[in-house]
């Protein structure tokens, strides 16, 4: 383990725990809608049903996901303590759940009443969450890499959430905004500085943890999240720019430069993943690599866009969406989760039979969620990917990705269950022993 984990500083069990389970369901949510509405959503990412399933996944599966991990990373990985953790949790996610089923169901229906109200319940619940987040890694004396990037990331979080409640808000009013400009603002925060930073931030942590690799290069940990956070302000000056043929380049710069950056990390994480010192590889590894090669072809897609050529014959937009959110995030949290949730019960376990000098009766995390089920699960999500990159050219095979995206996201979530189930079994054992013995 890292030795500068601070392992009694963990949240209640429960914390992290309503945000992993979640999660997978609005995979599920996404997965259904795109077998139904595949067709629709690959004309443009303008479309209802386009924008129903990018929150589903962004605002859905990876927030949930995401505010789950970091209750958890936090005060274990930082040092820093969440100021009363259950409570923020108890109040942020029922808002951001209900804000996110209202401006779903806003965009289907096209209806502005919708967003009136699932606007103030988005921004709420995500306020919540990021100054609780906030308040605690500013405060820690900590330093490093990995808090740096956390910082940044939340404060992504904040921007992505001031934009996307303005557009919402401009739809809701019907008001006259340069809705293209600030969506792709939104996008390239929540995408960069906030998802990205916080994939990079915990992975300077867990993969030599976890995958037992080298450290990554100091150099790397230093420049990355002040190097993300820097291309991203700089892409969103260009709303500040006269549109004209002499600026394409200052236009295109921010982008290549968020691409090279992305793309840096993932040849860097793979290096080390190749040098890990435990040659047996697991679903995690898998998974990460994955996500890994899904972003080097997010990159080789988002260089074509920047070349002069017709992006809409290549459907460039459509395959970009597919491969960052499907390929290179889903599947990094999917690996991710079969780490985490493991982990958080053999430490909460753990935890509980010291207190009862029944640790004997602690198993190992292995046994937590059964191999074959999380590599079966793994494979099925890879399948669907490998679909739905394949739906962005054949239309006609969107039903059927839907449908596989939609039953591996089940598989997770009823993977994560059996894990709570197995945690509830050894609790029970342990309190037994512990009332035979006195």
């Given amino acids: 383990m890292h030795p500068n984990l601070s392992f009694d500083q963990a949240p209640p069990f429960s914390v992290p725990l309503r945000f992993f389970l979640l999660a997978p369901w609005f995979g599920v949510a996404a997965g259904i809608l795109f077998a139904l509405e595949g067709s629709d959503a690959l004309v443009s990412r303008w479309t209802n049903a386009a924008l129903t399933l990018t929150h589903l996944l962004t605002a859905g599966f990876m927030l949930q996901a995401m505010a789950g991990a970091l209750f958890q990373f936090i005060p274990v990985a930082t040092g820093a303590n969440v100021w009363r953790p259950g409570l923020v949790a108890s109040v942020a996610q029922p808002l951001l759940v209900a804000g996110l089923v209202l401006l779903c169901a806003g965009f289907i229906r096209h209806d502005s009443a919708l967003f009136r109200i699932a606007v103030p319940l988005l921004v709420t619940g995500g306020g919540v969450l990021a100054a609780a987040w906030l308040l605690a890694l500013w405060q820690t004396p900590g330093k490093g890499a990995t808090l740096t990037a956390l910082r940044f990331a939340v404060l992504g979080l904040v921007v992505t959430i001031g934009v996307g409640a303005a557009l919402a808000d401009g739809l809701a009013r019907d008001l006259i905004l340069p809705y293209a400009t600030l969506t792709d603002i939104h996008m390239t925060w929540g995408l960069g500085a906030w998802a990205l930073l916080l994939l990079a931030g915990a992975s300077f942590y867990v993969v030599p943890m976890f995958q037992l690799t080298p450290p990554y290069p100091l150099w790397l940990t230093r420049l990355f999240a002040p190097a993300v956070l820097a291309v991203t302000l700089l892409g969103s000056l260009r709303v500040t720019l006269d549109q004209k043929p002499a600026m394409e380049f200052t236009q295109m710069l921010p982008g290549a430069l ?39 072809s997010v990159v080789a897609v988002g260089g074509l866009a920047l070349l002069p050529i017709d992006g809409s014959q290549l459907r460039l937009a459509p395959l970009f969406g597919v491969l960052v959110l499907a390929g290179v995030f889903v599947s990094a949290i999917n690996g991710m989760l079969y780490k985490i949730v493991p982990f958080i019960i053999w430490l909460h376990l753990q935890r509980y039979g010291a207190s009862l000098a029944q640790v004997k009766l602690v198993p190992n995390m292995g046994v937590m969620i059964p191999s074959g089920a999380m590599l079966g699960q793994a494979r099925m999500h890879m399948s669907a990917v490998v679909l739905l990159v394949l739906a962005v050219w054949f239309p006609a095979l969107s039903f059927v990705a839907g449908m596989v995206f939609a039953a591996s996201c089940a598989w997770l979530g009823w993977n994560l269950i059996g894990a709570v189930r197995r945690y509830a079994g050894f609790r029970r054992r342990i309190l037994a022993a512990s009332l035979q013995i006195t």
């Avoid at 993943?273 to 047996?280: D, P």
């Avoid at 679903?283 to 972003?295: C, D, E, K, N």
């Fill in 258 to 296: 968020l691409l090279l950056l992305a793309g840096l990390y993932a040849v860097t994480t793979l290096n080390l993943q190749s040098r890990r010192r435990r040659r047996v590889s697991d679903v995690t590894l898998q998974l990460f690599r994955y996500s890994m090669g899904a972003i080097l």
